[in-house]
């Protein structure tokens, strides 16, 4: 709800929780759906899918041969209840990413002793405390410092300056 929105008081992770919504809302319009348990359907796929990076023709293609970097989301069960960790001890690699039928492995980074979890750097690492937060629903122990420091280098003046108390509930 808007409360709990309200709640993360800064400004950009407000933004683009209520940019979400708005997206979910219209969709669930057009569809004839119900907004709130779409906007369910649609967090539970996001907290559990990974962000994979591919390269595609740029432009549509063509003879030049230039490629883009895309990202799609994909879901692959069982390997999203690894968790996320800013020195992963294992990377996601992804074999024939263009076909339909790629294929997923977990990678050991390191030797990881008999019963210490496996863990990831969701989105690469590259992810702010605000993705991480209204992707998957936490914020992480150690944030990430190079995503972080950029968001908050942007937002400077706005974190200086004095905000008002959220709306309190009747």
């Not at 960790?85 to 990413?97: F, H, K, Y």
């Not at 993705?131 to 706005?158: C, I, M, Q, S």
Request: hydrophobic share 45%.
């Amino acid at each position: 709800d808007d409360g709990a929105l309200d709640a993360l008081a800064f400004e950009p992770a407000i933004a683009k929780g209520r940019a979400r919504r708005a997206r979910v809302a219209a969709r669930a319009e057009a569809l004839g759906k119900d907004a709130a348990a779409l906007r369910f359907a649609t967090w539970l796929a996001a907290s559990r899918s990974f962000q994979l990076r591919m390269q595609a023709p740029a432009g549509g293609g063509g003879a030049s041969g230039a490629t883009t970097t895309k990202t799609v989301p994909v879901l692959c069960p069982v390997l999203d209840m690894i968790n996320h960790a800013p020195e992963p001890n294992a990377r996601m690699v992804v074999r024939d990413a263009e076909k339909d039928d790629a294929t997923f492995a977990i990678v050991a980074e390191q030797k990881i002793p008999k019963g210490a979890q496996i863990t990831l750097a969701y989105r690469d690492g590259a992810a702010s405390s605000v993705d991480l937060l209204l992707d998957y629903g936490f914020v992480p122990n150690k944030p990430p410092a190079g995503a972080d420091r950029r968001l908050l280098a942007t937002h400077r003046d706005e974190l200086a300056a004095p905000r008002a108390a959220p709306p309190t509930a009747p």
